[in-house]
């Protein structure tokens, strides 16, 4: 048999859910604003009723004080039942309404009473103010009980005082009106409360639908939960309001954006600037995974809007996966480039032992020394017009691999670069990513050709690839320089669109720029200036020349194969050219 279940305890105490607390609490103070504002009104009502009723018996006796006849028939007769005193008195009584009417003498001795028994005797409470002169109101006790009392002095044709004259109110009477008022006051404070609930209740379900009907408990984890995660992941996130302003933005968004916390309640272009990255997140690039470089990072986008109208960004940073990528694609042209050297070089062998055991040694001589004398001219072509070893060994590599591919890689008769370049490594870049894309375009066309120029023009450096591809449409021409911009199939590693797009920012943060334009004979033709890329000769002759890293090249140009070949025409890189170099423009 299963365990009896244990009973349920009856909870006390608040409700758990926001809605339940916030109608609960909206009720509660509903009800208490309104029994306060009973209460305070009913107050007031009590004494102004008291008020209200001393002055009407005051206002009697003043009425009844003030008849000339009355003063001269207490003088003149006595007290008694049929006296004219109490005839005037009674009828004064019936026709105001009051509960008494009492004229007294200077003794205090009623003249007349609505009980015919209290006439001749002295009145209850003490008549002394009003026999000296003064007008009193008040509520005391006497015969009749509790009542609102005016009294005021009676006075003869002379203006002597000659008694008083006191009238009472009942007071049951005040109380009544006051009861009476208080039914329709509850009224007025019920539909108050009830007003005021079924604004609560609307109210709370908005409460409740804003909050998805959670406990405070689970709300305020909540709250602690998400600033662990956003500070926590390794994801930039950012929380734009319906007005496009930042609100949010956690520690990695600050990292890959660059900016810090007095970005939150600012717009996304006061924030970041004008550029891509603004569009991406701001929505005016729509799509996903989109790529976006944000100074030295290369970042994915992926933008989400949210139900208020509002929106959040992730941003992921993709600069080590695209250096690995580029690294990769490098490997794969240097193994492409192996892969020709190989069967070249197997085909060079075979011949070779071909021509020993024909026995035919002066033959063999002359095909090494043609094949060694190949790989030095290659060498030296380049860096005999390019002194800079790093732009010489990746432009040696990227013969190999032009080779390859059946392009035609060649240097520009007016290609002259010395070894003065203050960033060589930002230039290796710019070439390597122009060079490849210039490969990627003229790749199986017939008479494929790229044709590299650099040149130094004082302290400028100013570097032209031109193809003979199908070239770039004027409408384009700024478009390739754009973040994630590509009409070439994305390799495995991840999405292009970010190889020249470095390019310009590289060229931009030395002060310069890039463009494209169409080559002379068709083709593009992609032209980097670089204004301050060269160091000032004298402080470049302090620093020894590197010696160029390519097998079976020279520094030296006194060669004379290579002052043969070159002259002014165009150095072609052979495809024999030293293939172990490391690219480095990916």
Do not use: C
Request: glycine share 10%; net charge negative; hydrophobic share 40%.
């Amino acid at each position: 048999m299963s365990p009896t279940p244990p009973a349920r305890r009856l909870r006390l105490g608040l409700p758990r859910r926001v809605f339940s607390q916030v109608l609960l609490m909206q009720v509660a103070i509903a009800a208490g604003v309104a029994v306060l504002v009973t209460g305070l009104f009913l107050a007031p009502l009590s004494q102004q009723l008291d008020d209200q009723a001393m002055r009407r018996a005051l206002a009697i006796a003043q009425t009844t004080a003030a008849l000339p006849q009355l003063a001269e028939d207490l003088t003149s007769t006595r007290a008694s039942v049929d006296g004219p005193v109490q005839a005037e008195a009674e009828r004064i009584r019936k026709a105001s309404g009051a509960e008494y009417v009492v004229v007294m003498n200077m003794d205090g001795i009623r003249w007349s009473h609505p009980d015919p028994k209290q006439i001749g005797s002295v009145v209850s409470t003490d008549p002394r103010q009003a026999l000296a002169g003064q007008e009193i109101m008040q509520i005391d006790n006497g015969t009749l009980g509790r009542s609102a009392r005016g009294k005021v002095p009676l006075r003869d044709s002379a203006g002597k005082i000659v008694g008083a004259v006191s009238v009472g109110i009942e007071y049951n009477s005040v109380r009544a009106r006051l009861i009476h008022a208080i039914p329709g006051l509850l009224a007025y404070a019920g539909a108050a409360l009830a007003i005021g609930s079924l604004v609560a209740y609307l109210i709370s379900r908005r409460v409740q639908r804003q909050t998805r009907d959670l406990a405070f408990s689970d709300i305020s984890s909540l709250l602690v939960e998400r600033e662990a995660m956003l500070h926590g992941i390794r994801e930039g996130v950012v929380a734009l309001d319906r007005g496009g302003r930042v609100r949010l933005l956690n520690d990695e968004a600050q990292r890959l954006l660059g900016i810090g916390e007095e970005a939150v309640g600012r717009s996304l272009d006061e924030a970041l600037g004008e550029g891509r990255t603004t569009d991406v997140l701001a929505g005016r690039v729509t799509g996903t995974d989109l790529l976006t470089v944000r100074g030295q990072r290369v970042l994915v986008a992926n933008r989400m809007p949210t139900d208020d109208g509002g929106a959040v960004a992730t941003l992921r940073d993709r600069t080590e996966l695209e250096q690995l990528g580029r690294e990769l694609d490098s490997t794969r042209g240097l193994i492409d480039a192996l892969r020709a050297q190989d069967h070249e070089h197997a085909n060079r062998m075979h011949t070779l032992l071909g021509l020993l055991e024909l026995e035919m040694y002066d033959d063999a001589v002359e095909f090494v020394g043609e094949v060694v004398g190949d790989h030095r001219a290659t060498a030296e072509q380049v860096t005999e017009k390019i002194h800079d070893p790093l732009l010489a060994a990746v432009l040696v590599g990227k013969a190999a691999v032009a080779a390859e591919r059946g392009v035609t890689l060649s240097l520009a008769a007016r290609t002259l670069l010395p070894d003065r370049l203050i960033d060589p490594r930002g230039l290796v870049t710019m070439v390597g990513n122009l060079v490849d894309n210039a490969l990627d375009a003229v790749a199986g066309t017939p008479h494929a050709r790229v044709e590299v120029e650099l040149r130094a023009e004082g302290r400028a450096a100013v570097l032209r690839v031109r193809d003979t591809g199908p070239g770039v449409p004027v409408e384009q021409r700024e478009l390739v320089f754009a973040d994630g911009w590509s009409t070439k199939k994305p390799p495995a590693h991840g999405k292009r669109g970010i190889g020249l797009s470095l390019v310009r920012r590289l060229a931009e943060r030395q002060g310069g720029s890039a463009r494209v334009t169409e080559a002379d004979g068709g083709g593009a033709e992609f032209i980097v200036v670089l204004p301050e890329a060269l160091a000032d000769p004298g402080l470049a002759a302090q620093t020894p020349a590197h010696p160029l890293l390519v097998p079976g090249s020279r520094t030296d140009s006194g060669d004379p194969l290579t002052s043969g070949r070159t002259g002014e025409r165009d150095a072609v890189l052979e495809p024999e050219a030293a293939a172990a170099t490391e690219e480095e423009s990916s």
